[in-house]
Each structure stands twice: as C-alpha cells, then as structure tokens.
C-alpha cells in the first residue's frame, strides 16, 4: 500500500511539475532546424554529443545540397563528412546518415517511417531518435525523449532513480500522460538550460523549487564560531 501511495504522489507531483513548465515555456518547440521528416532525422543524428545551435550552422548547406534521401543516398561520402565535420564523431554520422538515406529509399519510399521499431534499425537512430521525429514530425507520442537535461532534471525532482535513459523514459510514462510525453521533454530542456543548469543550479529562482528534493535555495550558511581565548 505504501509503494502505491509513494507511485501516486510522485504521478501528483509530476503533472504539477508539468503544469508549471507548460506555464514558464509556453512556446517550447524543437530547437533543430528542418523542413521534412527526413531532415528532421539528419538532425537528430548530427545532434548526437553536439549541441542543436552548432547543427543549425551546419544543416542549411547541408540540406541545400542533399534535401532529400534520395540525394543523401546518392551523396559522395567524403563531401558529406566535410559538410557534417564540426558536428563531431563526423566519420561515424556522415556514413550513418548515407545508409539511412539508403534504407529510406530502399525500403520506406523515401520517407522516414511512423513505427518506432522501424525507426530504431536505421543506422545512428535510437529511441531518443525516434521519439523527436516522431513527435515533432508526425504528432506521435510514441515515447518519452530523455536526453541529458532530461534524465539529469528527472533525476534532481526525485521522480526517477535511475541513469539509464531507457530505465528514466519507463519511469516519466509510468508518471504522465501520454499526450505530454513530448511537453515534458521539450519544455524540462528549456529549464535544464535557463535556469536547472548542471554545475550551478539557480535554484533561488526556480518556479519548481518548492516541488523539488534537490533546491538548495533554503539551505542557510551557518557562520563559523568565533575562537574565544582561554585566557578572556
């Protein structure tokens, strides 16, 4: 009854957390730039150990020349890796991203699929991968996105225990709506960034801290004793 109780408050305490976030972030989108699915899958991967603004530099001239998985596919593997360079581990995306294209063409017309068992056999996608695409591109909650903000944030506010992203993202859908997976993980990436920061969380002006174990903006610096002399 006690593991029950304990469950119930935490799924109170999540959709509170959730609210509030809708309410600080209201228009909290996908900061990776794209016009179709397939572009939108490029980016996630290229997003991989790389931040989203170092990827928008990089996908306008990448897209300019290869809109498409048609014309990934048929890309010339050296230009691409060129293109991707400053992304990072560019070798390894640049021939993910060639035989993704290549599936897609072989196998899904082109496009990128709507199942995520499909999603996560292409080369450089997993399920942080397809629950982005999936979301952003299609309007499916198929998951919970975790990534570092998210599992490090999930962690703080007490509603998982866990550093394996797969074992947080099974925590977060035990703990809120379908419909707000995505909200969670859009709008907790927001936070994570202007204000729940890893090294130096604000948290004497975070709107959550009142629901949160970890705030350490009551914690009060008790001043050191002053040394009497024995001979006072």
Known sequence: MGIIKKRSAAKVRANEILIRLKRLYPDATCTLTYDTPVQLLVAVILSAQCTD???????????????????????????????VRSTGFYRNKAKNIKATASILVEQFGSEVPKRMEEIIT????????????????????????????????????????????????????SLLPQEDWENWSIRLIYHGRAVCNARNPACDR????????SDQSAILTVPPLKRVSALA
């Open 53 to 83: 603004e170092r990827v928008n530099k990089v996908t306008p001239e990448l897209f300019r020349r290869f809109p498409d998985a048609q014309a990934l596919a048929a890309a010339d593997i050296e230009e691409l890796t060129e293109l």
């Open 122 to 173: 292409l080369p450089g996608a997993a399920r942080k991968t397809a629950n982005v695409v999936l979301a952003h591109a299609y309007g499916i909650n198929a998951g919970v996105t975790v990534d570092t903000h998210v599992k490090r944030l999930t962690k703080r506010l007490g509603l998982t225990k866990h550093d394996d992203p797969l074992k947080v993202e099974r925590d977060l859908i």
């Open 206 to 213: 975070c709107e959550l801290a009142d629901l949160c174990p």
